[in-house]
């Protein structure tokens, strides 16, 4: 990710990257309506527009303006957009002050700027008004890859071939064909032979049409076929029909982030909790902190941990207006000094010596925040339904404690934190439940921020007069009664945060946390083992080579194993699966394959160890 060096000039913005203007100096709104937003039929309950060069986001401001003008019932807006010059928000905001566009756009473009990431590779998530936009930082040609979506329209707005030609080679239109759908359209100011030539290389049918004030453009539909890949026994089968009716086990972050996505696509989950109230597992503490670990970098855990941190901060930020305060970590040990100090050109943390200021990070109450996802999502919440089994046919039928059954689910999703594993039938998927407790201590300590080591401090919560240490980890005890042990042990973690005070216990609680053997959370489709073993036996010898797609799996889903940062993963692991039951942009390969159910599995067919 580059940062733009970007001018004002004859009253249009100027790159210096590439000698040439974004757009027409004279008249950019009628140019972009001319070239992109209006030119294609805006009549599907889901459409999603991608878009190669998202600049100051003109393109996505009047495609969103016009959506919001003429959309109808239940139609969704996604909007995917590229970018590996980086603009400064403040910038942004002076731009189109300057130009005179910004009383048109404020009202988007102002929440725009408030979640607007750092210069740093990624995709980042907005939430407009029955829309998506999704900003993807970095080189085209690598997040393409790493991508997997099937756009209706593709913007393709990368300055003119002349300055630019990198973006409108074979390599990029190769991976445009590999993100589009029979019939997805391209649009595009240029006329260029050597788009043209790319296109038609890569299955398009292109014609010119006439150009905004010059004599044409190519615009171009794509008649090619659907490309397999090497990772097919990554893929998720698409469901038939759009599920109308889901229900989802557990009543946690994982649920209640689920359960908010579902209803941004009309979609009223119902959730099944088997206690008799929210918060009595373990996203019901008091305070927690969301927080990041901090990794070597090019280490997957560190860089989903990472991703996961920021996103589900923008998240808080966009859908509940939490505002961080910023969390300190400190390295307590050597190791973890190491890996502060190869970190400290990350954007993210602010390090100086042993300690990182995590200024997106923050105290977050965790019962409040799931009480608020579900109000919000309107979900109905079944209390005191202890989950027993399910059958399948065409729809799920749920069996429940008492004898109550539950019929016609389109979709059954697996929330339930440490207790789904009671549920999992897997061979090589092995998980734990992992006991922690958390103290509550009389106020001891003034500190503004949240302070992580061995252990950690949570500011001082005035609503109760208390504050939150903690916590411990126990794979071996699964009592649920507070232990004295487990206090004096929290309170040994802390030990560098204290002076001279007399600590003073007044409570705690007890939690259960679900941990994959690799660290990572699962989210995604449950598969069919037998499958797997019979269709991907020889990945030891071929796993080089194209693998066949899952094509009719059971539409059963997990979002569990999410360990003790589930304020985060679960965020992000929502929207995964959101992408995968309604066909939408999904996050980048290497985090989607690590979340996997299978991978597993797949790793000991790799190995040919099956």
């Not at 000039?9 to 757009?23: E, G, R, T």
């Not at 750092?118 to 936009?133: A, I, N």
């Not at 918060?279 to 280490?299: D, E, F, Q, R, T």
């Given at each position: 990710?580059?940062?733009?060096?970007?001018?004002?000039?004859?009253?249009?913005?100027?790159?210096?990257?590439?000698?040439?203007?974004?757009?027409?100096?004279?008249d950019g709104l009628s140019e972009s309506r001319y070239i992109y937003t209006n030119a294609f039929e805006l009549n599907k309950e889901k459409t999603i527009v991608a878009e190669l060069g998202f600049g100051i986001g003109l393109n996505f401001f009047l495609t969103l303006k016009r959506f919001l003008r003429e959309k109808k019932d239940k139609q969704k807006l996604f909007y995917v957009s590229f970018e590996n010059f980086y603009i400064e928000k403040e910038k942004l905001r002076e731009i189109y002050q300057t130009l005179g566009f910004y009383e048109e756009f404020k009202d988007w473009l102002e929440p725009f700027l408030q979640a607007y990431?750092?210069?740093?590779?990624?995709?980042?998530?907005?939430?407009?008004?029955?829309?998506?936009?999704d900003l993807v930082f970095g080189e085209a040609k690598e997040k393409l890859q790493k991508l997997d979506f099937k756009a209706d329209v593709w913007y393709l707005d990368g300055f003119a071939p002349a300055k630019n030609q990198d973006m409108f080679n074979e390599d990029i239109v190769g991976l445009v064909a590999k993100n589009s759908k029979k019939d997805t359209k391209i649009l595009t100011f240029s006329a260029a032979s050597i788009l043209k030539k790319s296109l038609l290389a890569h299955g398009f049918e292109v014609q010119k049409v006439k150009g905004f004030k010059k004599r044409e453009m190519i615009q171009a539909i794509y008649k090619g076929l659907e490309l397999e890949d090497k990772f097919g026994y990554f893929k998720t089968p698409s469901l038939k029909n759009p599920p109308k009716k889901v229900a989802i086990i557990g009543a946690g972050i994982a649920s209640a982030s689920l359960a908010y996505e579902l209803?941004?696509?009309?979609?009223?989950?119902?959730?099944?909790?088997?206690?008799?109230?929210?918060?009595?597992?373990?996203?019901?503490?008091?305070?927690?902190?969301?927080?990041?670990?901090?990794?070597?970098?090019?280490?997957?855990?560190g860089e989903f941990s990472q991703y996961a941190y920021i996103e589900a901060s923008r998240f808080y930020r966009q859908v509940l207006n939490l505002q961080p305060q910023g969390v300190y970590e400190f390295a307590h040990n050597e190791l973890m000094q190491e890996r502060f100090d190869s970190q400290k050109d990350n954007v993210l943390f602010d390090i100086v010596k042993h300690q990182a200021f995590l200024r997106d990070g923050m105290c977050i109450k965790p019962q409040e925040i799931v009480k608020t996802l579900f109000k919000k999502s309107g979900a109905n919440v079944f209390f005191e339904y202890e989950f027993l089994n399910y059958t399948y046919d065409e729809k799920f039928t749920l069996y429940f404690d008492r004898e109550r059954v539950l019929k016609d689910y389109d979709v059954l999703i697996y929330a339930q934190g440490?207790?789904?594993?009671?549920?999992?039938?897997?061979?090589?998927?092995?998980?734990?439940?992992?006991?922690?407790?958390?103290?509550?201590?009389?106020?001891?300590?003034?500190?503004?921020?949240?302070?992580?080591?061995?252990g950690y401090v949570c500011p001082i919560n005035d609503e109760i007069n208390m504050q939150l240490i903690g916590a411990?980890?126990?794979?071996?005890?699964?009592?649920?009664?507070?232990?004295?042990e487990d206090d004096k042990s929290n309170i040994e973690n802390i030990k560098e945060f204290l002076h001279d005070e007399k600590l003073e216990v007044i409570g705690g609680k007890v939690g259960f946390r679900s941990y994959s053997s690799d660290r990572f959370a699962i989210a995604g489709q449950a598969y069919d083992e037998n499958f797997y073993l019979q269709n991907y036996k020889g990945l030891l010898w071929h796993k080089n080579k194209v693998q066949k797609r899952p094509n009719d799996f059971l539409p059963l889903y997990f979002s569990i194993a999410h360990g003790s940062r589930a304020f985060a993963s679960a965020i992000v692991c929502a929207r995964a699966i959101c992408s995968m039951i309604f066909d939408e942009v999904q996050m980048e390969n290497d985090f989607l394959y690590a979340l996997h159910p299978a991978r597993f599995l797949i790793r000991q067919l790799k190995k040919g160890k099956v």
């Open positions: 990710m580059k940062k733009a060096k970007i001018i004002i000039k004859d009253n249009a913005p100027f790159s210096l990257d590439f000698d040439d203007y974004y757009f027409n100096s004279s990431p750092y210069c740093k590779d990624g995709v980042y998530r907005f939430y407009f008004q029955d829309s998506f936009l209803s941004l696509r009309n979609i009223q989950a119902d959730v099944f909790e088997k206690k008799d109230s929210l918060g009595k597992g373990a996203s019901g503490n008091i305070n927690g902190i969301l927080s990041s670990l901090i990794l070597k970098p090019n280490v997957l855990l440490a207790s789904a594993r009671e549920f999992l039938n897997y061979k090589f998927m092995s998980l734990s439940s992992v006991r922690g407790q958390c103290t509550h201590l009389k106020p001891f300590l003034k500190n503004t921020h949240a302070l992580s080591s061995k411990s980890y126990d794979r071996l005890n699964q009592d649920e009664q507070l232990l004295e």
